[in-house]
């Protein structure tokens, strides 16, 4: 049986936080899917909030510590990744910016990806497509056509069709259907050098 | 073993009191640290080269010729002398130049830059960073080893029937160190020609150094220069001691968490676990260094960064002293005794010169 790593990056501040719930409720999901094809998955959290201090240090020594290090090791070597962020003055977080500007251009190129957000009112939601999604095609991330967002009311709406339920569904369907029988992208390894060096010195 | 400092050269106040030296003082400061260098027997002084404040080193021949003349057997070095944005004709003909001056006690580490806007000061795109550091440097290197060179590149005129003066020293031109921080490319590159790789060490935790030297020592035997631990390792290293370990956590702290670079950011101590800085005793200072074999295997060079971040002349002058009297005797007899008989030291003028006359002789 295949086995999908698939890294949640979770931005949220308050504990227990909304951000949180709803990138539980996609792992889940995407879990679920991820059996629905027999494939097994394991979900790796990381939470923003415990890597703050280290985000700004590696923002100021242009290195990352060891929890940091560890968590973009993950990440960069995933198969899938789910982001969530809390929606701050009508964009994603400064914390959330600040992670995915300390990682490596492409750390995350060619990962199947999920984006979400969480916000106070729905009027926010279109953050995902004219400020995370830019951001991980920046980062060539293959990111599914579902964004999922999630504003306070929804956690309590049971309207069909449009639930978060729903949403959050179908966000996991098309990451686990981008994941199904494509191999996962290579990462290039910066140490093996794309050419020798008498190629390198003729060009 | 050679064992050495190197510097940024950096115009930075002292936090505790306020002092911001002049250029003239800091310039004056950095000839000071040369010459206390050779005093208390260290090998090696080794310059940075800069373009924009708050730094003072853009002209380091000039600087290194001065202190040439004041002494007899330190080695005058850069870390780093701008491959990319420098002409290579200009840096051949002033490096032996130096070489002359000062009796072959001349070598110098080549290097990218890292500061961005340097590139189109000086007509260069920075985008092309590594083929500037590829084709400049083997212009550079036919420069010193072929009398008349033809030659055309992308990035400068191109030569014909050029000669450059002074020729090198006996006709040997100057050991050649790349340093480097990230690139993979220019470890290669320093294992292609068989030069020395120089890896800065102080501000990335050490599993990446010792990637890009493993990559350099594999590369080095590749290219048939040698055993990969036969290959010519150098390494920063960053210290600040008194004689009780706590003192000197005391007297650093407020010149590491104000310092440029790294200040503002991660505590003394969680930088001093990350990094290879090293705060307290001279016998601290040893046992941390001799670790660093251990990592990256036998080394040649080691210099310590030791007068950046505002630190007054004085307190730079009392560490070399430290360094000079309690440190290196210990390192330089520890290392030799570690060090297996087939693992070369650092070259030296006097070395490949006497390298160079075996060759003629076994050609002829």
Redo the contacts between chains.
Sequence with gaps: MTTFTVAVVSAGLGQPSSTRLLADRLADATVRRAWSVGAQTSVVNIELRELAHDV??N????????AL?EAIDVMTHADALIVVTPVFSGSYSGLFKSFFDVIDRDAIEGTPTVIAATGGSARHSLMLEYSLRPLFSYLHARVVPTAVFAATADFGSDSAGTSLGDRVDRAAGELISMLDGVPAARKVD??D?PMS??R??A? | MQFGIFTVGDVTSDPTNGTMPTEAERIKAMVAIALKAEEVGLDVFATGEHHNPPFVPSSPTTMLGYIAAKTEKLILSTSTTLITTNDPVKIAEDFAMLQHLADGRVDLMMGRGNTGPVYPWFGQDITKG??LA??NY?LLHRLWREDVVDWKGNFRTALRGFTSTPRPLDGVPPFVWHGSIRS??IA??A??YGDGFFANHI???QD?FK?LIE?YRTRFEHYGHGAADQAIVGLGGQVFMRKNSQDAVKEFRPYFDNAP??????SLE??AR?TPLTVGSPAEVIERTLKFRETFGDYQRQLFLMDHAGLPLKTVLEQLDLLGEEVVPVLRREFESLRPAHVPQAPTHASLLTAAQRELVAQS
């Design positions: 700004t240090n923002l100021l020594t242009g290195f990352p510590g060891e290090r910066p140490f050098l060096f008498e390198l010195l060009r | 590594i083929e590829v084709e083997h993979p490319e290669e590159q294992a292609y501000f990335w935790p990446h990637r990559l670079v790294y200040g503002h950011g991660p969680e930088f990350q």
